[in-house]
């Protein structure tokens, strides 16, 4: 879809492209909104591939925002699938009924290419990290402030027409180049991120900053709307992501989620390299990469340290080597892998 790795971001930031939202509330679906599940699945689709439409109907981004009210009835969107009715205020694995904004600012640290971030981390998540970075955030979904999606809008067009070039002699520290939608992990807001989306206007790319733990259907709500997926590519085998963060069937999950993201968006697959897990799980990550994702920018992150429960695992229980860390990335130029800058 673009020459290099970040192409349609960089012109969005330009102003000579538009953040992919704003066209989804502009195209509208041959389907009437209250049609069954699979009809309005099917036009969906139809007006993503490029259906042309010119009568009356609802907005794309209507439809995905109805998919998904749907999807919480019987919560399917990511692969715990634990059928929750989380519309009567079921809980599921992740605990998350209404979306909780645990905090939202300019973040400074997330990639060069992506800063400064409006970066809005929302409580709970589908993951059980035994060596949670953030883990206040992530075993809290009911802590966090109730932000109505008109607000939140309003708080993310502040941030876009106070953005300037960094550097630039009219530079506002206010200002944000993106919208940076994480948490713990923000799959189980997904028809709350889209309702956000359908009453702003801002022209900032959307960043979706995730585990990409969600089903094929959640992936789909996602499909057109997101500018940039910015993913945490954890584990190379099952095992490892089992012992660690609790979840089944990882790597078919993971994989196959980074090649719809590859297929719709532009990307940033980030990777923290663990203790003691550079051959079982960094070395067989970045040679997926290699083979499997052209023109993407890769982050190997060196940061780790033990949180939360890390001290009850010894592989993991101390802060990374220095000696592991120049491995993980030795590995990555030996694949001539595109990093962050
Ligand atoms: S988002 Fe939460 S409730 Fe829905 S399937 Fe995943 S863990 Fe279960």
Not at 53 to 73: F, N, S, T, Y
Not at 296 to 303: A, D, L, S, T, Y
Request: proline share 4%; with cysteine; glycine share 6%.
């Amino acid at each position: 879809m673009s020459s290099g790795p970040l192409d349609r971001y960089w012109r969005v930031l330009g102003r000579t492209e538009r953040a992919r939202y704003l066209e989804s509330k502009e195209s509208t679906v041959n389907v009437s909104i209250e049609a069954g599940d699979e009809e309005l699945m099917r036009a969906h689709d139809e007006a993503l591939e490029g259906a042309q439409w010119r009568g009356r109907g609802p907005a794309l981004l209507e439809v995905k925002i109805e998919l998904a009210r749907r999807a919480m009835m019987r919560c399917v969107l990511c692969e715990r699938r634990c059928y929750a009715n989380r519309a009567s205020g079921e809980a599921g694995h992740c605990g998350v009924l209404d979306a909780r904004v645990s905090s939202e600012f300019i973040h400074m640290g997330e990639e060069p290419e992506l800063v400064p971030s409006y970066t809005i981390f929302f409580s709970g998540c589908t993951f059980d990290c035994v060596y949670c970075q953030n883990s206040d955030i992530s075993t809290r979904p009911r802590a966090g402030a109730e932000i109505s999606p008109g607000r939140l809008a309003k708080m993310i067009s502040a941030r876009a027409r106070s953005y300037t070039t960094p550097g630039s002699l009219t530079h506002d520290a206010s200002g944000a180049a993106n919208v940076n939608w994480v948490g713990g992990d923000p799959t189980s807001n997904i028809r709350y991120i889209l309702e956000t989306m359908n009453k702003c206007d801002a022209n900032l790319p959307q960043v979706w900053n995730s585990n990409m733990y969600l089903t094929c259907h959640a992936m789909n709500l996602l499909r057109g709307v997101i500018d940039v997926y910015l993913t945490d590519f954890k584990y190379g085998n099952d095992e490892c992501a089992k012992r660690l963060s609790e979840v089944d069937d990882y790597t078919r999950i993971v994989k196959r989620n980074h090649l719809l993201a590859r297929d719709d968006a532009e990307m940033i697959v980030r990777h923290l390299v663990l203790p003691n897990h550079v051959e079982c799980c960094t070395r067989p990550i970045l040679g997926w990469i290699a083979d499997n994702l052209e023109d993407v920018k890769v982050n190997v992150m060196g940061q780790y340290r033990p949180c939360h429960h890390a001290m009850n695992h010894e592989d993991i229980s101390r802060p990374l080597r220095p000696s592991e860390y120049e491995s993980a990335l030795r590995i990555a130029r030996d694949l001539e892998l595109d990093m962050t800058l």
